[in-house]
Structures are given as C-alpha cells and as structure tokens.
C-alpha cells in the first residue's frame, strides 16, 4: 500500500507563489495515477491536477494557466507549482494516488494553503 506525504502548505499573499510536494513510500509509484486535490471549508473536496492513463494531464478550469503539475519518478515524488494564487486558492492540499489495479484512491494527510492579503 502506498502512503503519502505532503509538505509546502503555508501562508501567502494574493498573487503570490507555493510549491506542494507529496512524496510516495510504501509501493511502486508506476502502479498508481497521482494528482491533487482541494477541499476548502465547508466545500466537499475537488479536483485541482491530475496525471492521466496516457500520462498526460489534466486541469480544474480553476488551475488551468496558473498551476502546473509535475512528477520527479526516481524520487517518487508529486508536485503541484502554484502561481498567481488567489484568496479562493485557500484549502487543504490532498496528494491523492489511484490504483491503477484496483481503482482505490489513497490520500495524504493534506497541506493547508492560505492565501491571505
């Protein structure tokens, strides 16, 4: 079973930049289809960025030209570069890994990301 953690959550200012790393232990990353995720308070959880069947990727309408996510293999490790953050950016950051076997997802514990003037 994979596990994940998430780190580079903090406080920034509109405009401003963040980059969240989750790094995966526990299971061969190749088995799984990583992305990420938001939840904001009282907001159910949704879909920010997300790697592909194909490898490709995919975008909320809300990233799209503002975020960008990437993938290191060797290290394991997921990021999500965020740019030109907005108040509405503010939520817990959840790396998320789905099996591509099984089609369970798994999730971090989550970053939280504050965008605040």
């Known amino acids: 079973q994979i596990q994940l953690v998430e780190s580079g959550g903090g406080l920034v200012q509109p405009g401003g930049s963040l980059r969240l790393s989750c790094e995966a232990s526990?299971?061969?990353?190749?088995?799984?289809?990583m992305g990420w995720y938001r939840q904001a308070p009282g907001k159910q959880r949704e879909l920010v960025a997300t790697?592909?069947?194909?490898?490709?990727?995919a975008y909320a309408d809300s990233a799209k030209g503002r975020f960008t996510i990437s993938k290191d293999n060797f290290k394991k490790t997921v990021y999500l570069q965020m740019n030109s953050l907005k108040p509405e950016d503010t939520a817990v950051y959840y790396c998320?890994?789905?099996?591509?076997?099984?089609?369970?997802?798994?999730w971090g514990q989550g970053t939280q990301v504050n965008v605040v003037s």
């Open positions: 790697f592909t069947n194909e490898d490709g990727v």
């Open positions: 998320c890994a789905k099996s591509t076997y099984s089609g369970q997802n798994y």
């Open positions: 526990g299971s061969p990353f190749s088995f799984y289809i």
